[in-house]
């Protein structure tokens, strides 16, 4: 099972991406699926997470500017990033909770965020 994520890159300020996150090879059922990110000299911070049901839960730090959101019959989550800031500057990270307790993280993208 592998996990691909893909969207990041350099926006100004104010600016918006949109992250997207598949998951291939032999997967099973997925439970929840979601992104952290972490910046230099940080630990990774939980961002947004969506459970099978649809339901979604933020951080405080992102509610209202981000929003994540999935395809089960792509097996892909996105998280669409608006009003970009400075601070939202990491490596941003996906990752699957599968139903029978594993969970798998994608290798990272790169966000930068110019002022």
């Known amino acids: 099972v592998q996990l691909q994520a893909s969207g990041g890159g350099l926006v100004q300020a104010g600016g918006s991406l949109r992250l997207s996150c598949v998951t291939s090879g032999s997967i099973g059922s997925i439970n929840e699926m979601g992104w952290y990110r972490q910046a230099p000299g940080k630990q990774r911070e939980f961002l947004a997470v969506i459970t099978s049901g649809g339901g979604t839960k933020y951080a405080d730090s992102v509610k209202g500017r981000f929003t994540i959101s999935r395809d089960n019959t792509k097996n892909t989550v996105y998280l669409q990033m608006l009003s970009l800031k400075p601070e939202d500057t990491a490596v941003y990270y996906c990752?699957?909770?599968?139903?029978?307790?594993?969970?798998?993280w994608g290798q990272g993208t790169l966000v930068t965020v110019s002022s």
């Open positions: 990752y699957v909770l599968f139903n029978y307790g594993a969970t798998i």
